[in-house]
């Protein structure tokens, strides 16, 4: 004897809660990003001095930029404005002219690598936070009729 079986498809409902999903999570790890690299931007160095004249000890080559004003740290945020698209995108970086200048050097300068360091040894905690987020909103979907 055959036993009936019945599928119900949500095929629009589930497009519809996993592009609000993406966008959500894209969004959490793009704020932990921004968390990761301002934290990362503290360097061994900053300012010293006395009275109201100070002087600057610049970070190591080789090692994430010293603070100095904290201008730079400030600039490090995330542009979520392409959490709308149908493709969605978070962007994570810093507006200053002299954020590449720190991060690759120049000829006056040795570089403060702290972007690709950074990313390098947290990418995949990065991937975890996303992947995590995504199960959760998949759970959450479940049994949607």
């Known amino acids: ?19 609000a999903a993406n966008a959500k999570c894209l969004s959490k ?3 932990n990003l921004v968390a990761i690299m301002k934290a990362t931007v503290t360097g061994k160095g900053g300012s010293v001095g006395a009275g109201t004249r100070k002087h600057h000890t610049p970070s190591s080559p080789g090692n994430p930029p010293a603070v100095n004003t904290g201008h730079y740290r400030r600039s490090i945020q995330m542009d979520a404005t392409g959490l709308s698209r149908h493709n969605p995108f978070v962007l994570v970086g810093s507006n200053v002219k002299y954020g590449p200048y720190l991060e690759f050097g120049t000829r006056h300068m040795q570089a403060r690598p702290h972007w690709r360091p950074t990313l ?24 949607v009729k």
């Open 120 to 143: 390098k040894k947290k990418g995949n905690k990065l991937i975890d936070i996303y992947s995590q987020c995504m199960a959760q909103e998949v759970d959450k979907f479940k049994g």
């Open 29 to 31: 790890v793009a704020i």
């Open 1 to 19: 004897m055959a036993g009936k079986v019945s599928v119900e498809w949500h095929g629009d409902k589930l497009t519809k809660h996993m592009q």
